[in-house]
């Protein structure tokens, strides 16, 4: 049996979390022949105008997507605004944030249904047979002289979902970005970094708390950043 369909799933259900380096992720993946341009989309994103720690060095974008319960592809639904409660973000949530759609084309291309597939088939058999709503998150975090990076400005978190899919795409000029994963007491359970495009880790998001720590540039003179795909689970209720 394939490890996407029967060691991911176990892992979660034993420890929470999985950390799936590049060399495991590539063969899981049906097609990715657009790589390519799918990359190249987190260049020229938007700047995130809502960080409350004043900083400019987050872009995004972002979707929301439905997948049938048993169901491996997903559905766009009409673009709204992310919304997350304070309980979960305490410097962000309680608003409505309003960020500029991906692109239909994008998530409809060979690589992000690829993505979509290989966590619908792993979320799927750890809660057969619901519905998910889905949110989709492109995220760039620039560093620079004088400025570092915050991947997670609100520290360890959880999101408020059921399950959370983070996919590194690509690092430029940069160092640290380290992921920790730490139980609901508090303490640390794992930490690795995301280095090598598809390098991704899946999360439980009830049993476990998640942060990156800030990310440096190499080279101060030139562009640094770090692109990652956020990709979180929700048991769809009515209406949704």
Not at 34 to 40: E, Q, T, Y
């Given at each position: 049996?394939?490890?996407?369909?029967?060691?991911?799933?176990?892992?979660?259900?034993?420890?929470?979390?999985?950390?799936?380096?590049?060399?495991?992720?590539?063969?899981?993946?049906?097609?990715?022949?657009?790589?390519?341009?799918?990359?190249?989309?987190?260049n020229a994103m938007p700047l995130d105008?809502?960080?409350?720690?004043?900083?400019?060095?987050?872009?995004?974008?972002?979707?929301?997507?439905?997948?049938?319960?048993?169901?491996?592809?997903?559905?766009?639904?009409?673009?709204?605004?992310?919304?997350?409660?304070?309980?979960?973000?305490?410097?962000?949530?309680?608003?409505?944030?309003?960020?500029?759609?991906?692109?239909?084309?994008?998530?409809?291309?060979?690589?992000?249904?690829?993505?979509?597939?290989?966590?619908?088939?792993?979320?799927?058999?750890?809660?057969?047979?619901?519905?998910?709503?889905?949110?989709?998150?492109?995220?760039?975090?620039?560093?620079?002289?004088?400025?570092?990076?915050?991947?997670?400005?609100?520290?360890?978190?959880?999101?408020?979902?059921?399950?959370?899919m983070v996919m590194m795409v690509r690092?430029?000029?940069?160092?640290?970005?380290?992921?920790?994963?730490?139980?609901?007491?508090?303490?640390?359970?794992?930490?690795?970094?995301?280095?090598?495009?598809?390098?991704?880790?899946?999360?439980?998001?009830?049993?476990?708390?998640?942060?990156?720590?800030?990310?440096?540039?190499?080279?101060?003179?030139?562009?640094?950043?770090?692109?990652?795909?956020?990709?979180?689970?929700?048991?769809?209720?009515?209406?949704?």
């Open positions: 049996m394939q490890p996407a369909t029967q060691a991911l799933p176990e892992a979660i259900a034993r420890d929470g979390f999985v950390f799936v380096p590049s060399a495991q992720t590539a063969p899981l993946l049906a097609a990715r022949d657009d790589w390519d341009r799918f990359a190249a989309s987190w105008t809502y960080m409350a720690d004043g900083g400019r060095y987050r872009r995004r974008r972002y979707a929301t997507l439905s997948v049938s319960a048993g169901e491996t592809a997903a559905t766009l639904a009409p673009h709204q605004p992310h919304y997350q409660s304070l309980d979960y973000n305490h410097l962000h949530g309680g608003i409505e944030r309003h960020f500029e759609p991906i692109a239909p084309d994008l998530l409809a291309g060979s690589t992000f249904a690829s993505i979509m597939a290989l966590c619908c088939t792993v979320f799927n058999r750890l809660r057969p047979g619901v519905r998910w709503h889905v949110e989709v998150h492109q995220f760039r975090i620039e560093a620079r002289s004088g400025e570092s990076g915050q991947p997670t400005p609100e520290g360890v978190h959880r999101d408020g979902v059921d399950y959370v690092r430029h000029n940069i160092r640290e970005g380290t992921t920790t994963i730490h139980g609901t007491t508090g303490q640390q359970l794992a930490s690795f970094t995301l280095v090598e495009p598809l390098d991704l880790t899946l999360v439980d998001d009830h049993r476990c708390l998640h942060g990156v720590t800030p990310v440096e540039p190499v080279d101060p003179s030139r562009p640094a950043w770090r692109d990652v795909l956020v990709v979180t689970f929700r048991v769809a209720s009515e209406g949704t």
